[in-house]
């Protein structure tokens, strides 16, 4: 596959983690998220998708 073809996701953190569960904070960090409205732009893949999936609440997709 060349580059042009990998699908990307960009989300962007909307909740804090103060307060959560230790893995929930560890999830964010994984995800290169930190701090409220940070985006970032990941390759979109089952592992990313899962750790998405685990911190829904704090997370939104901005495109697929």
């Given amino acids: 596959m060349s580059t042009a ?3 990307k ?3 962007e ?5 103060i307060g959560r569960k230790s893995y929930q904070e560890a999830t964010l960090i994984g995800l290169g998220l930190n701090k409220l409205h940070r985006r970032r732009e990941l390759v ?3 592992s990313v998708r899962g750790m998405i999936r685990r911190v829904s609440h704090l997370v ?4 697929e």
Avoid: L, T
Avoid at 60 to 63: A, P, Q, S, T, V
């Fill in 60 to 63: 939104r997709i901005i495109e």
């Fill in 5 to 7: 073809e990998v699908k």
């Fill in 13 to 17: 953190q909307i909740g804090s983690p």
């Fill in 9 to 11: 996701i960009i989300i």
């Fill in 44 to 46: 979109d893949n089952a």
